[in-house]
């Protein structure tokens, strides 16, 4: 049964949802939900749910409340993670002409269909990805993994599906203990690995033949935003002469670049550093960082994407091909 919406101060009223609906957006809203790709999945299950349990009689209007989160769900979680409102795009072309015969059927069904062919091919990109990636590394090579990203475990997950033995480094990352979940889930794959700290990976990338690391969001002139530290590692890859791979599905391609707009950079405070011997530490005395921060362009070898390995000023035509809008 619908229950009543959540409270979204600053907007309008937005329609009720039923109940397992709202716990899967309150979830992703509240930052429970990490990854992009997992938050799409849910956010397609949402609305399914909310189409299949909807009380309405009419299609029409049953589509203007599924419209109505899709828009809010775009400027909230989609600011942050321009993936969610490109997957929310794609899922949703078409719903005002499904919903033109006012059958509430007909709407649930293009849903249905919408996500199911949507999460097929999200889920056959990481494949492709993930084999282009294990292609380019070697046996017995050393790569570096920065802070977490699944697409950079799928890749090396399927390297070792194709008895590749790989040394991998793993610096903490510490900004956002980034390291500690990589070690977890690779640690079945069999591979060597060390992990260490963030200040030696200068000294660490020597050994290495490649650097993998992941994506928030893509920008129109070819660079990419995510975790601080990465461009650091992206420096420091370049100096040694160490190739710089950046496994990612063009969803996260951010169009408001191309605008100039860019997504907006906040600053968190860290929470892994201890400080008893100082506490309660001065005020003047800040333990911070950004969210995020910007690699450019001239830093990348190249992107790792379901279309094949692309060079940083390919990618705003391949994502433009993607959504239609070359």
């Excluded at 609305?47 to 049953?62: K, M, N, R, W, Y």
């Excluded at 989160?69 to 321009?82: E, F, I």
């Excluded at 050393?142 to 610096?171: C, F, W």
């Excluded at 710089?244 to 950079?265: A, H, N, Q």
Aim: glycine share 8%.
């Amino acid at each position: 049964m619908p229950i009543a919406p959540l409270s979204v101060p600053g907007t309008t009223r937005l329609p009720a949802l039923p109940a397992r609906a709202e716990e899967i957006l309150l979830k992703i809203l509240t930052g429970e939900v990490l990854g992009a790709s997992h938050s799409i999945r849910l956010i397609n299950q949402a609305f399914c749910i909310q189409a299949d349990e909807s009380q309405e009689a009419s299609g029409l209007v049953l589509a203007s409340h599924v419209r109505q989160w899709a828009d809010y769900l775009v400027q909230t979680r989609g600011a942050l993670s321009p993936a969610v409102g490109n997957a929310i795009h794609l899922v949703l072309r078409g719903l005002e002409k499904a919903s033109s015969s006012d059958m509430v059927e007909d709407v649930r069904t293009f849903l249905h269909i919408q996500v199911e062919t949507y999460n097929r091919r999200s889920i056959e990109n990481v494949q492709k990805i993930a084999q282009i990636g294990a292609n380019l590394l070697a046996d017995g090579q050393a790569v570096m993994a920065y802070d977490y990203s699944s697409s950079v475990t799928q890749v090396l997950y399927r390297a070792a599906e194709n008895g590749k033995h790989l040394k991998l480094v793993i610096p903490e990352s510490r900004a956002l203990n980034g390291g500690l979940p990589i070690l977890r889930e690779i640690l079945p794959f069999g591979h060597d690995v060390l992990f260490t700290v963030d200040a030696a990976m200068g000294q660490e990338l020597k050994s290495c033949q490649a650097v993998l690391v992941g994506a928030e969001s893509l920008t129109a002139e070819g660079g990419f935003w995510t975790t601080v530290g990465t461009c650091s590692a992206a420096i420091l890859a370049q100096y040694h002469r160490v190739p710089f791979y950046v496994p990612t599905e063009l969803i996260k391609f951010d169009l408001r670049s191309g605008m100039g707009i860019y997504r907006k950079v906040e600053r968190v405070h860290l929470s892994l550093f201890d400080f008893q011997d100082l506490a309660p530490l001065l005020k003047r005395v800040k333990v911070e960082c950004d969210d995020l921060e910007y690699t450019p362009r001239e830093l990348v070898t190249a992107y790792i994407t379901e279309q094949g390995l692309l060079p940083p000023e390919a990618m705003f035509g391949e994502f433009q091909k993607m959504v239609g809008t070359e």
